[in-house]
């Protein structure tokens, strides 16, 4: 087992992991930026290192800096969290190099899966349904103009190094299709250094649907099952909840066991997450694969009962999986609400000092955060300052206690997603689980399109 582990993060992921550590008995290290000298992470974890200026690229994400601070505190493992490097392929090789365990996948598997359209071939060829669309596109007009023909419009034009949405454009009229595929390429290379795009079809409002697995070191695979994603705003999730009212139980069993078998034959191993789209309930389609612990796997662990973060730490320990498929069993539901220091009409970021913070609590309310009353909201940082998590035995029940924990939340001085939330949660549609992606544009003067 691990003896002491360096958290290559802040916020409430760095708290989320300081818990899994505390409860497995591995001692922590933390690192963190002139900014955040503070922070909560900084006072839980057993020791700290200032690593540079707030910047993140001088921080958190520089690689060498976060090495020096593994090595002089003499850890085994590092974890990344999510955000920063925890999908740096390069970041997982130097730890492989150093003798350090970087808590994932193999460097080789992040660089697969962070190539969007290798993913795709992969994922193909390892037996999961893809919607019709093309490798790395040509810059041929002619080329490209036929493989859209090939494919039917619309088409979506995508970043292979990107995900999450940036530099996407949906082309309905092949007139503008060579224009857009141009404008992708200058946006993806700005974005993620990397030119290269694919083509896809176009779902016009499909739901976002993603699987959770945890694969260990000794071939053992399991799904835990679905959350449902489609409550974006600009590429942001804002809810997620688990299971997804879309899914019978039979379809949950089978998009995990193709799940489960694609994991095996690209031999992933660590916590991972496989997105798909899905037209109908029968009819679901790969998207890309994330190779890191998510923002929303607290409402998998609600309904699961199955601790991500300490499974995804004994797997990079060498420990195999203490339970099999038949062990993993669904309990009533769960919800998550993303609370952002935001303009909740702009949706432009909302720093400064929280004055007041008090957080919900009593039966089936969890709230993951590292915010408090008088603490400074950087402008430097992803603005996520608290996640609401509800569960109940039931959706009705979950969304009833999430009602009012929102009433019962507090944040002052700064701006919040709070009221947005309250919002949604007494929309008809929403309440009775009719969603898709497009769910939220409807609430906002501009319709929240990607440009087209
Ligand atoms: C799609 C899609 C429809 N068809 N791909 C990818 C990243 C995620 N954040 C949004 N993504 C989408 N990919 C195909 N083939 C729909 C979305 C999508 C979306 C697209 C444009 C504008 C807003 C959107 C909101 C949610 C999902």
């Known amino acids: 087992?691990?003896?002491?582990?360096?958290?290559?993060?802040?916020?409430?992921?760095?708290?989320?992991?300081?818990?899994?550590?505390?409860?497995?008995?591995?001692?922590?290290?933390?690192?963190?930026?002139?900014?955040?000298?503070?922070?909560?992470?900084?006072?839980?974890?057993?020791?700290?290192?200032?690593?540079?200026?707030?910047?993140?690229?001088?921080?958190?994400?520089?690689?060498?800096?976060?090495?020096?601070?593994?090595?002089?505190?003499?850890?085994?493992?590092?974890?990344?969290?999510?955000?920063?490097?925890?999908?740096?392929?390069?970041?997982?090789?130097?730890?492989?190099?150093?003798?350090?365990?970087?808590?994932?996948?193999?460097?080789?598997?992040?660089?697969?899966?962070?190539?969007?359209?290798?993913?795709?071939?992969?994922?193909?060829?390892?037996?999961?349904?893809?919607?019709?669309?093309?490798?790395?596109?040509?810059?041929?007009?002619?080329?490209?103009?036929?493989?859209?023909?090939?494919?039917?419009?619309?088409?979506?034009?995508?970043?292979?190094?990107?995900?999450?949405?940036?530099?996407?454009?949906?082309?309905?009229?092949?007139?503008?299709?060579?224009?857009?595929?141009?404008?992708?390429?200058?946006?993806?290379?700005?974005?993620?250094?990397?030119?290269?795009?694919?083509?896809?079809?176009?779902?016009?409002?499909?739901?976002?649907?993603?699987?959770?697995?945890?694969?260990?070191?000794?071939?053992?695979?399991?799904?835990?099952?679905?959350?449902e994603c489609s409550i974006q705003r600009r590429h942001q999730k804002l809810i997620e909840e688990a299971p997804s009212t879309l899914l019978s139980a039979e379809m949950r069993q089978h998009v995990g066991t193709l799940v489960c078998q694609a994991m095996t034959r690209v031999g992933y191993t660590s916590c991972g997450t496989v997105e798909f789209l899905f037209e109908s309930p029968e009819r679901f389609y790969f998207m890309e694969m994330n190779t890191r612990i998510q923002v929303e796997h607290p409402v998998t662990e609600l309904i699961t009962r199955i601790d991500l973060l300490k499974e995804q730490i004994l797997i990079a320990a060498g420990e195999p999986l203490p339970m099999r498929q038949d062990d993993v069993l669904w309990d009533g539901w769960s919800m998550e609400c993303r609370i952002n220091a935001e303009d909740p009409v702009k949706f432009t970021p909302s720093p400064g000092k929280i004055s007041t913070f008090h957080t919900p609590g009593g039966p089936g309310v969890r709230v993951d955060s590292a915010a408090h009353t008088e603490c400074v909201i950087s402008p430097y940082y992803d603005s996520l300052i608290a996640k609401l998590i509800t569960n109940g035995r039931d959706r009705r029940e979950t969304l009833g206690r999430m009602r009012r924990a929102l009433e019962m939340f507090v944040v002052e001085g700064v701006k919040t997603t709070l009221p947005l939330h309250r919002r949604i949660l007494q929309d008809e549609d929403f309440i009775q689980g009719r969603l898709n992606t497009h769910f939220l544009d409807h609430y906002f003067q501009d319709s929240g399109k990607a440009a087209s």
């Open 1 to 227: 087992m691990f003896n002491k582990i360096l958290i290559a993060n802040r916020g409430e992921i760095a708290l989320r992991i300081i818990c899994a550590c505390k409860e497995l008995g591995i001692q922590t290290v933390a690192i963190y930026s002139e900014a955040d000298r503070h922070a909560l992470h900084v006072r839980f974890a057993d020791e700290a290192v200032c690593i540079g200026p707030a910047t993140s690229s001088e921080s958190y994400l520089n690689i060498p800096s976060v090495i020096s601070a593994a090595e002089i505190t003499n850890v085994d493992a590092i974890h990344p969290g999510y955000g920063f490097l925890a999908e740096n392929a390069h970041f997982a090789e130097v730890c492989e190099s150093c003798g350090i365990k970087f808590i994932g996948p193999r460097s080789a598997l992040i660089r697969l899966m962070g190539d969007k359209a290798a993913a795709r071939a992969a994922m193909a060829e390892a037996g999961l349904p893809m919607l019709p669309g093309t490798g790395k596109l040509s810059h041929d007009p002619a080329v490209i103009t036929m493989e859209a023909e090939n494919i039917g419009y619309p088409v979506i034009v995508k970043a292979v190094g990107g995900g999450g949405g940036r530099g996407m454009k949906i082309v309905r009229d092949p007139a503008m299709l060579v224009n857009a595929v141009h404008l992708a390429r200058t946006e993806a290379n700005k974005a993620f250094h990397n030119p290269e795009v694919y083509l896809e079809k176009y779902l016009e409002s499909p739901r976002h649907i993603e699987f959770q697995v945890l694969a260990d070191e000794h071939g053992n695979v399991v799904h835990l099952g679905e959350r």
